[in-house]
């Protein structure tokens, strides 16, 4: 159960993130996606990030595929 709503959280994340990238930024640290108002990556605490938004939305969809693909498909259609 968990496990489902965390993926379907992923899927609607990355959605969100690709709608709106000029409003996050890839960390160089450890690549998760991070909001523009934070100055340090919260998860490796780096403060290096590529703020292209090409990288950005590349880094969601990569995040959104990676879950097991039957419940990302269903999430997607
Ligand atoms: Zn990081």
């Known amino acids: 159960m968990s496990s489902t709503d965390h993926l379907a959280d992923r899927a609607a994340r990355a959605k969100k993130i690709i709608a709106a990238p000029e409003n996050f930024k890839v960390c160089e640290g ?9 100055a340090s990556c919260p998860n490796c ?16 969809e990569l995040l959104a595929s990676r879950p097991q693909q039957s419940v990302t498909a269903q999430d997607l259609s």
């Open 30 to 38: 450890c690549e998760s996606i991070v909001t523009m108002r934070v």
């Open 45 to 60: 605490h780096g403060y290096r990030f590529d703020e292209a938004p090409e990288r950005v939305i590349g880094q969601a």
